[in-house]
C-alpha cells in the first residue's frame, strides 16, 4: 500500500466516535426489541474468544484488529468499544473476507488466520488498519437489520470523514442487502442473513459482512 493512500486512510485518527466489534452467531433476542440495554461490542466480541482458529466465519481477524491498535495508540478513538452507552452501528467483516484483501493486497492466499492478520499488518500498518475499521461504523446510531430493510436504499455518514457508505436492499422480500464502498474496482459487500443484529437490543449493534469495505480505490 502506498504512503499517499496510508496517510489518506489516517486522517480518521482525530475522531471521536468508532467501533468495529461482534462476535459471529451471537444469541438475537426478539423478545428485546429496545435498544436501551447498554452491554458493549467488546464485551460480546471478547466472550467468543480472541484467539485465531479455524473458523473462517467468525470475527478472530477483526479482533485482534481491535487489540492491535488499542495496544498501539491506547487514546485512539477505538476504545469507544467498551462504553456500551455511546450508540453505534458496525458491519463486521469475517474472517474470509480478510483473507480475501490480503490476497487483494499482496497476491498471495493465506490459509491461516494468523498468516491473513500478520500480512495485512506488514501491508498496511496499524493507522491504516484503525482508519479502515472506522469506515466500518455508523457512529450515533442503532440500526437494526429492519431498519436497513425499512430504507431499502439509503446513504449514511461513517466514522471515516468524507466516506460515506451507501446500503441498499436489492431483492424484496428476501432482504439481500448490498453496501456499496468507495472502491470501483472491488466486489461489493452484502449482509450475512445468518450474523444479523449481533448484540440486539443495546445500543451498540452489528451485522456480519461478505467483504471489508474500502473507502479509497485499492489493488
Not at 460480546?44 to 492491535?68: C, E, K, P, R, S
Not at 453505534?88 to 490480503?102: E, G, K, M, N, Y
Not at 432482504?175 to 445500543?203: E, F, H, P, W
Request: charged share 15%; glycine share 6%.
Amino acid at each position: 500500500m502506498s504512503l499517499s493512500v496510508r496517510r489518506c486512510l489516517t486522517a480518521s485518527t482525530a475522531l471521536a466516535v468508532v467501533a468495529a466489534a461482534g462476535v459471529a452467531g451471537a444469541a438475537t433476542s426478539s423478545a428485546a426489541p429496545s435498544t436501551s440495554g447498554t452491554q458493549s461490542l467488546v464485551s460480546v466480541l471478547m466472550a467468543d474468544g480472541d484467539t485465531f482458529d479455524g473458523n473462517w466465519d467468525d470475527y478472530d481477524i477483526l479482533t485482534q484488529a481491535v487489540v492491535a491498535v488499542l495496544k498501539a495508540k491506547p487514546d485512539s478513538p477505538v476504545k469507544v468499544l467498551a462504553d456500551g452507552t455511546t450508540p453505534v452501528t458496525a458491519f463486521l467483516p469475517t474472517d474470509r473476507a480478510f483473507q480475501d484483501l490480503a490476497k487483494s493486497l499482496t497476491g498471495t492466499t493465506y490459509h491461516q488466520e494468523r498468516g491473513v492478520f500478520n500480512a495485512l499488518v506488514s501491508a498496511a500498518g496499524v493507522d491504516t488498519i484503525e482508519a479502515v475499521l472506522l469506515y466500518h461504523v455508523v457512529p450515533g446510531a442503532t440500526v437494526t437489520s429492519a431498519d436497513v430493510l425499512a430504507k431499502r436504499t439509503t446513504k449514511v455518514n461513517t466514522a471515516l470523514p468524507e466516506a460515506g457508505l451507501t446500503i441498499a436492499t436489492i431483492s424484496a422480500p428476501y432482504g439481500v442487502v448490498r453496501l456499496r464502498d468507495l472502491d470501483t474496482t472491488s466486489k461489493d459487500a452484502y449482509l450475512i442473513g445468518s450474523q444479523l443484529d449481533i448484540n440486539k437490543g443495546n445500543k451498540q449493534i452489528a451485522h456480519g459482512i461478505t467483504s471489508v469495505l474500502r473507502p479509497i480505490d485499492l489493488p
